[in-house]
């Protein structure tokens, strides 16, 4: 058997990615915003290294997009814990050491959070000596075919969520009549931030929960859930089980605020 884990958005550098010990605000800030935010990278950086801990061995971590966070010129940095893309990798660099996988492959994310001008996923393939870096990869999982790309397509519609990943299946099996790219058996997409799934007999499709918590530009502008966790991938033969871990996030709900 294979485990395949596939974590996704880590979005490292924002006050709210996943943020290890040495880069968390500390708890006792009499500034409420610092302490919110303090608690949320502790309570998701525990929960991480918990469901890292209990999914061991891990033959292979994928990391699907959005590693760091970028310069994220639209708020101004205001949101970011360092705007040094240099340190932003080594944070996320910490959390992929934390996974102990003894294979390490990255897709590229979206050029506005990991570089344009340059290529900062390069370097942190580097610095986790990473199999492998692409744009759109395929893996062979002991037959199981996964086919891995950060970007999809959204909805502002619940239930328009599962086109876009049934499309982008629809087109796999065109491209592999072309015999231009295996034919997947598991589709996997991120840079929504929801989890959500859907499939026949012969293929499923899974778009991955992130590892960042709340935003401006999510608050003021995207409609629709977001989702905190990784996804895991059990392979056999040909054949494969999986699973979602997601993170209870009730403990920074919204409050009413006294009228």
């Known amino acids: ?16 990615g ?8 500390q708890d006792n800030s009499e500034d409420q915003l610092i302490a919110k935010f303090g608690e949320v990278q502790r309570e998701m950086w525990n929960w991480y290294n918990a469901q890292m801990a209990a999914l061991q061995p891990i033959n292979t971590l994928i990391v699907n997009g959005d590693a760091i966070d970028g310069k994220s010129e639209k708020s101004g940095g205001t949101e970011l814990i360092t705007a040094d893309r240099h340190v932003q990798v080594q944070i996320a660099a910490e959390c992929i050491a934390a996974a102990h996988a003894k294979k390490v492959f990255i897709i590229k994310g979206t050029g ?13 393939a580097d610095k986790v000596s990473a199999g492998h870096v692409g744009n759109h990869e395929w893996f062979d999982a002991e037959g199981v075919v996964i086919d891995c790309r950060h970007q999809i397509g959204g909805s502002t519609i619940p239930h328009g969520r599962y086109t876009a990943m049934a499309r982008q299946v629809l087109w796999n099996a065109l491209w592999a009549e072309r015999e231009m790219q295996p034919r997947a058996d598991i589709l996997i997409r991120s840079h929504r931030h929801f989890y959500a799934y859907c499939g026949e007999a012969n293929w499923l499709a899974i778009s991955t929960p992130a590892l960042q918590g709340w935003t401006k530009y999510g608050s003021n502008i995207v409609e629709g859930t977001n989702d905190i966790g990784i996804i895991s991938i059990d392979a056999k033969g040909g054949s494969y089980n999986w699973q979602a871990h997601l993170l209870d996030m009730k403990f920074a709900r919204a409050k009413t605020l006294a009228a």
């Not at 058997?1 to 709210?16: K, N, T």
């Not at 996943?18 to 605000?25: G, H, I, N, R, S």
């Open 1 to 16: 058997m294979r485990r395949v884990v596939v974590i996704a958005d880590l979005h490292c550098g924002h006050r709210s």
């Open 112 to 124: 506005y959070h990991v570089g344009t001008d340059e290529d900062w996923e390069e370097v942190l």
């Open 18 to 25: 996943l943020t290890p010990p040495d880069w968390q605000y």
